[in-house]
């Protein structure tokens, strides 16, 4: 039987470097505009040439995309960690959603490119929470699907991403325009909406 070739030396001191060129451009992300950081500044705190970070990510917009991508799979696993824990799948939906709430409400980043865009900054990573938004929202639908789907085989598959599609839809709504009304309520009516829908497609 074939095994999965062990990770190399080169490869862990690979995976080092990107993710302590990603860690540098985060925190320089949750400090000022992005349109303000600079490769030459990451590079230095990095302890690396920019030659380096360009040969590693391409551009800048491909460096802001790999930001985002390590914190979307961040969010997929707590998100898997949420669907497992529930007993039903309308629980780990209000679950899930009230953590993705919590934890934008916190998140240093997002405040940041929201409020540059406020102040008629024309950030470079507001963007992808917007005219970009499909580069959350489809894996986010995808990978979440197949969650749900191991944990819950019996699941309607169609229904599971019209739910998912939309609770992504809203909680992206929420970074850019934060409702003023009451969140348990607006939760609630999400998961009301979607256990309505999906009994109606099962009967259906």
């Not at 995808?142 to 839809?169: G, H, M, N, Q, Y």
């Amino acid at each position: 039987m074939s095994q999965d070739r062990p990770e190399s030396f080169k490869d862990k001191v690979h995976e080092l470097l990107r993710s302590s060129i990603l860690d540098a451009a985060w925190i320089r992300a949750a400090e000022v505009s992005w349109s303000q950081v600079r490769i030459a500044d990451i590079a230095d705190d990095v302890g690396v040439s920019r030659q380096t970070i360009y040969n590693e990510f391409g551009t800048k917009d491909q460096l802001s995309l790999a930001l985002f991508q390590r914190e979307l799979d961040r969010f997929l696993l707590e998100l898997k960690v949420h669907l497992g824990e529930a007993a039903t799948f309308h629980e780990a939906i209000g679950n899930s959603m009230n953590w993705m709430l919590d934890e934008i409400s916190g998140h240093k980043v997002l405040a940041r490119m929201v409020r540059d865009a406020r102040s008629g900054s024309n950030d470079g990573l507001l963007p992808i929470l917007t005219v970009r938004a499909d580069f959350i929202i489809v894996p986010v639908r995808e990978k979440v699907t197949e969650f749900a789907l191991e944990r819950w085989p019996d699941a309607d598959r169609a229904s599971c991403e019209v739910v998912i599609d939309l609770f992504s839809r809203f909680v992206i709504g929420q970074i850019i325009t934060p409702t003023d009304l009451d969140r348990e309520a607006m939760v609630a009516a999400m998961i009301t909406m979607a256990t309505h829908y999906t009994a109606g497609q099962h009967s259906s």
